[in-house]
């Protein structure tokens, strides 16, 4: 299974900011769409953005003009720097990666997905 690492997770206060990497091989990388997805405790998992081959991005209510997904295409990483979060974005994060869906509803089931990097926010 192609391998997906995040990285930059960890604990932030409340308007603080976070940037999160995830680097994918490069078959990978070249999917029509890359996406994060979140699932906190007790929750259900939620798109929050994603990024198709365009450079074209969307991006989940709960985030807009705060979040913003942006892809390197030297290095096959796609980032999401995440700003003024909330004791409500309290989540494990994931990256993620589709052939064909590319719409932030549907990331948490794109076909290749990472292992996660933990995000707390604290009030």
């Known amino acids: 299974q192609a391998q997906l690492v995040e990285s930059g997770g960890g604990e932030v206060q409340a308007g603080g900011s976070v940037t999160l990497t995830c680097q994918t091989p490069?078959?990978?990388?070249?999917?029509?769409?890359l996406g994060w997805f979140r699932q906190a405790p007790g929750k259900e998992r939620e798109g929050v953005a994603i990024i198709d081959l365009a450079g074209d991005s969307r991006y989940h209510d709960s985030v807009k003009g705060r979040f913003t997904i942006s892809r390197d295409d030297a290095r096959n990483t796609v980032s999401l720097q995440m700003n003024n979060l909330k004791p409500n974005d309290t989540a494990m994060y994931y990256c993620?990666?589709?052939?064909?869906?590319?719409?932030?509803?549907?990331?948490?089931?794109?076909?290749?997905r990472g292992q996660g990097t933990q995000v707390t926010v604290s009030s």
């Open positions: 490069k078959v990978i990388y070249n999917r029509n769409c």
């Open positions: 993620a990666a589709d052939r064909y869906r590319c719409n932030v509803a549907t990331a948490p089931f794109f076909s290749d």
